[in-house]
Nanobody, 119 residues
Framework: QVEVKESGGGLVQAGGSLMLSCVHS????????MEWYRQAPGKQREVVAGLTGRGRTYYADSVKGRFTISRDKVKNTVYLKMDSLKPEDSAVYYCKIGVDHVVSVYEYWGQGTQVTVSS
């Protein structure tokens, strides 16, 4: 079992920045995929940014050029730097980690962290 925990959310004014962190207890297991999702009230959960185990990144069109995903392998932490925030970025942000357990890859989710952007 791998635990995943997000932090760093909060209230920020439009145009501001936040850095989300996602700490996972994967230890020496291989990470295949790291993704950040968000879900606003009444909307479906959507992928915001992703980082593969080989280092490829991808972003939702709505956040390209404003959000940056990165990782610190030593700290078992995935980050989401969010700049130029807009009110429409308000949502609960979730981290998902894909872990290779050899026999299969399992996905683990955190509980989420609230981001609120005021206009």
């Amino acid at each position: 079992q791998v635990e995943v925990k997000e932090s760093g959310g909060g209230l920020v004014q439009a145009g501001g920045s936040l850095m989300l962190s996602c700490v996972h207890s994967s230890g020496s297991l291989s990470i295949t995929l790291m993704e950040w999702y968000r879900q606003a009230p009444g909307k479906q959960r959507e992928v915001v940014a992703g980082l593969t185990g080989r280092g490829r990144t991808y972003y939702a069109d709505s956040v390209k050029g404003r959000f940056t995903i990165s990782r610190d392998k030593v700290k078992n932490t995935v980050y989401l730097k969010m700049d130029s925030l807009k009110p429409e970025d308000s949502a609960v942000y979730y981290c998902k980690i894909g872990v290779d357990h050899v026999v299969s890859v399992y996905e683990y989710w955190g509980q989420g962290t609230q981001v609120t952007v005021s206009s």
